[in-house]
């Protein structure tokens, strides 16, 4: 494979349009060093899902294994692992360069890629790196002994011996940064990741079949200090917290700036061919904050008349209750064909359904899927979580599947197995708290045929409130008006550098930005960025985004940019091509009933060479 240096103002590598078709990339676009326009619709398709090994293939990545990377289902990237082979997926990326990065994901492990018969199976996962500038992305090690002028952190799951084929997990490990005086660069020296942190206590374990939460902090130490930091969470729960951990010696400066997504087996061969899935990649720059809820001003009181006594009237109880077919539910995975809205599983055309109907019971609403299957499902403040559910009536007395709820690695509800003819088995959940919910259908542990499962009449239930019929009339609302860069907006990627806070992207240390400019008009708040970009923004209950657009006076005439708003899969709004020198257009979005928007700026179709994009004025009211 050929590999094209990075240049200095796009931080990528390329791949040509045969690659990209050969590895299984399914934008439809050429490649290149940042998104256009189709690979960005791409990206929208899988939502808040995150990114797939394709979308980082479509940027620049590179890979150095047979072509094993397929997606069998929107959002999800499946590696292949042929037999045979020790091999798998070996995809890397450059990322904005960062003095701290959140890598998250999810991985799904079939058991049959945990029943090998081999004494030892190890299996390597993604992680990060930092690689000197001008180096190729295969400098960084995947584990052991690393250049002396690198570094890198990743996941490590291994089935020993000691364990006999049946149990269904991998124990957790990483290559420690370092132990007993040495540093990460010596080969041998592992820490399992536990329970207690750090190696003590219960392992912890990455189960099969069934979908795992992964995430791997990193913040670089000062050169030659012992200040560095280190944090692993596996389903929710952290296993590693180091915080004398020295990344760099003295005298090197070197970023996170790397994405290795590596996965593959360590051994000389599989005995059967298998796979494992991904979905739901996040790479997050700088600390990640917790959204802080915007304070009530406590309003000044002022005397008023006494009113004259009028009777209480009888309070009434409301509560809102919205089914989930109606909100922003997204997919993980279903076992056959899509989800479907308001029918049954059907077959595998979307729309192909009929009436959901369990035993003699029909229902209007709900969602018809197949084992396994995934929904995520938003929560936004209700209490309650129920459900009808059992095998749909289309697949006669066959198919035995099993619902189950989660909230992160917290299973709330289990119906238990239910087989083909049964009458509907009402599941209930309190998901107070909860900012979202998965649902989850099992087969019945003989294999998936006709395992059609519905969630009939599924519904999430807020809180009842009590509300006086005679009431007076409300004070009029007054309207709150957030600058976009004061909300605990969030960074997915960014084509050069960070992006900058109430200044424009500037250059690729963080802070070296100016104010923000588009032609002769400047701003004091807002975000500046540089194409391709992407930023996450709560919405926390506002109506209107809006912002003044524009590529920045600090590249002159240069740049061509796109600035998009999007919710999910739906595009709110676009701004047309916008080029260097022009001055600012006003960009307005409706906002209402979202839970977050992504702010995505995009080349013009030239390359991403001084993209420079400002964000300036950007608001929620």
Known sequence: MKIISRTPSRMAVKITMAMAIALGVTTGAVPGASLGGAEVAHAAEIGTLGETLQDYLARGAVQDAPSNLTSPARGVSRIHLDQGQMNGNKVRGFISSASEATLSYR???????????????????????????????????????????????????????????????????????????????????????????????????????????????????????????????????????????????????IPINLLMADTFYNQPGAPRDGHIDFADFRVTQGPEVAPTPTPTPTPTPTPTPTPTPTPTPTPTTS???????????????????????????????????????????????????????EVVVPVNGAKTFSAQVGVDAEVGTSGSVAFQVWAGSTKLADSGLLRGGQAPKALTADVTGRSEIRLVVTDGGNGNSKDHGDWADAKLIGQSTTVAPTAPAPAPTTTTTRFVSDTAYRTVRNGWGPVEKDRSNGEQAAGDGRTLKIGSATWAKGLGVHAGSEVVVPVNGAKTFSAKVGVDGEVGTSGSVVFQVWAGSTKLVDSGLMRGGQSAKTLTADVTGRSEVRLVVTDGGDGNAKDHGDWADAKLS
Request: no cysteine; charged share 20%; aromatic share 10%.
């Open 319 to 373: 509560t809102s209750t919205v089914f989930v077919s109606d909100t922003a539910y997204r997919t993980v995975r279903n076992g056959w064909g899509p989800v479907e809205k308001d029918r049954s599983n059907g077959e595998s055309a979307a729309g192909d359904g009929r009436t959901l109907k369990i035993g003699t019971s029909s229902y209007a609403k709900g969602l018809g899927v197949h084992a396994g299957s």
């Open 107 to 253: 991985v799904f492990v079939p058991k049959v890629v945990h029943d090998t018969g081999l004494a030892v199976v190890d299996l390597k996962m993604p992680g990060m790196a930092g690689i000197p500038s001008g180096k190729s992305p295969w400098y960084a090690s995947a584990g052991g002994t690393l250049q002396p002028d690198s570094f890198s952190v990743r996941l490590h799951a291994r089935k020993s011996s000691a364990y006999s084929v049946g149990h269904p997990w991998w124990d957790a490990y990483i290559y420690a940064p370092y132990a007993g005086g040495k540093t990460f660069r010596d080969w041998g020296i592992q820490i399992p990741i536990t329970k207690g942190l750090n190696g003590a206590g219960e392992r912890m374990r990455i189960v099969n079949d069934r979908w795992f939460d992964v995430k791997i902090r990193m913040k670089l130490n000062t050169p030659g200090v012992n200040n560095g930091e280190l944090d692993i969470w596996l389903d929710g729960q952290q296993g590693i917290k180091l915080r004398d951990v020295r990344w760099r010696p003295s005298g090197q400066n």
